[in-house]
């Protein structure tokens, strides 16, 4: 599974953002931190980065055993488990869906080690509300490029919507992705696993909770 071939892949007109100066660094957050620390709320927000990659990461080795098990013969693509989902919080995340707590613990902890050993297209998933947001803004932006550059006539508005709908569906993922690569995960070269709980978030629906603290 390679959850941001989109990005990867020679085909892709944002590869010139992948420069050496985009790799990650195992110091670098904190050495942001300990740099800024006089801004309020940059330790949630880093955190908040960290903690999404892992969630991704957790979800993505999760659904891996799951096709292990379902799967005849071995194949190189990876499929997503759809049942599973996340939420992730400055403390840690949610993980909603039907999932083996024992099997979630090995999920966490193998999902770290792949992201801080250099897996970092685990950080990126396709279903993340990042790429919906990006989509939804990108969409209304070109619309309202629409509305205001061609004639008014209905059928000129209405062609031009279309185009924009188009082009927002075509390029939304590869931006989606790039979003969530840049600016909201980072790979969590600062968070240790504390403990996994099941429970309850605050809409009232189950789910497990994988809680992590900071490290240098």
Aim: contains cysteine; glycine residues 8%; negative net charge.
């Amino acid at each position: 599974m390679n959850t941001s071939a989109s990005v990867q892949g020679g085909s892709s007109i944002f590869d010139f953002f992948n420069f050496e100066l985009t790799t990650p660094q195992p110091t670098q957050d904190a050495d942001l931190l300990r740099n800024l620390s006089f801004i309020p709320g940059l330790k949630e927000i880093i955190m908040l980065r960290q903690v999404h990659a892992l969630e991704h990461a957790t979800v993505w080795v999760l659904s891996e055993s799951k096709n292990a098990h379902t799967l005849t013969r071995p194949t190189s693509i990876q499929v997503d488990n759809e049942l599973l989902g996340g939420l992730s919080t400055e403390q840690g995340f949610y993980l909603y869906g039907e999932v083996n707590i024992s099997d979630l613990r090995r999920a966490v902890t193998l999902g770290l080690h792949r992201l801080t050993s250099g897996e970092w297209d685990l950080a990126v998933h396709p279903r993340c509300g990042t790429n919906l947001s990006v989509a939804m803004l990108l969409t209304a932006g070109l619309a309202m490029g629409v509305y205001f550059l061609l004639p008014l006539r209905p059928i000129e508005q209405l062609i031009g919507l279309g185009v924009a709908a188009t082009t927002a569906a075509e390029i939304s993922p590869d931006l989606g992705s790039m979003a969530q690569r840049y600016l909201t995960t980072a790979i969590p070269f600062n968070l240790a696993i504390e403990n996994i709980t099941r429970t309850h978030d605050v809409w009232g629906r189950e789910a497990h909770f994988v809680k992590v603290n900071w490290q240098e």
